[in-house]
């Protein structure tokens, strides 16, 4: 048996909006409509696994300890990191 499923509100922004009807209306078929909703699932389903590896290789790069040059693995961390640490502060 299935679980049942949350409700989550999020707000984003009018060109993403406009972004997620282009997939639904690309997603769709003659004989299946693709609503919003099910385009933002299908975005989260095919990038949530990208993002968690990401995270990983981040989170296991800031507890490695240094090899090599002094500082190197820090400074690769924390380049490799940026991008995913700004995720949490990106107005959407």
Do not use: C, Y
Request: a positive charge; aromatic letters at 2%; glycine letters at 6%.
């Amino acid at each position: 048996m299935a679980k049942p499923s949350e409700q989550t509100a999020i707000r984003l922004t009018g060109e993403l909006l406009a972004r997620i009807d282009r997939l639904a209306e690309n997603l769709s078929t003659e004989w299946n409509a693709v609503s919003r909703s099910d385009a933002i699932r299908a975005a989260i389903l095919r990038g949530l696994p990208s993002l968690e590896e990401e995270a990983e290789r981040v989170k296991a790069a800031r507890v490695a300890p240094a090899k090599g040059k002094a500082g190197s693995s820090a400074v690769s961390a924390t380049k490799e990191g940026a991008g995913l640490n700004k995720l949490h502060f990106v107005e959407l």
